[in-house]
């Protein structure tokens, strides 16, 4: 597993998409993958209305527009 619970406690609070995807590109590289992303009409204060949906060597990391990342075990 390439991100651990304690990697993903341990991010750093991202403000936006653009932030935390700039993040995950730095730290993984070639292994981060640019997903699509899904407009959620009923959208929660966590996520924001879009929740991009990009991976690191096939390990799915969910971000919200918000910047709020949740990483899929």
């Not at 998409?17 to 009923?42: L, P």
């Amino acid at each position: 597993m390439l991100i651990s619970r304690e990697d993903e406690a341990n991010f750093p609070d991202f403000k936006s998409v653009d932030e935390a995807r700039a993040y995950f590109k730095k730290r993984y590289g070639d292994k981060y993958n640019i997903g699509g992303r899904k407009y959620y009409e009923h959208a929660t204060d966590v996520y924001g209305e879009y929740i991009y949906f990009d991976d690191v060597d096939g390990q799915s990391v969910e971000i919200g527009e918000n910047g709020f990342v949740h990483v899929v075990y």
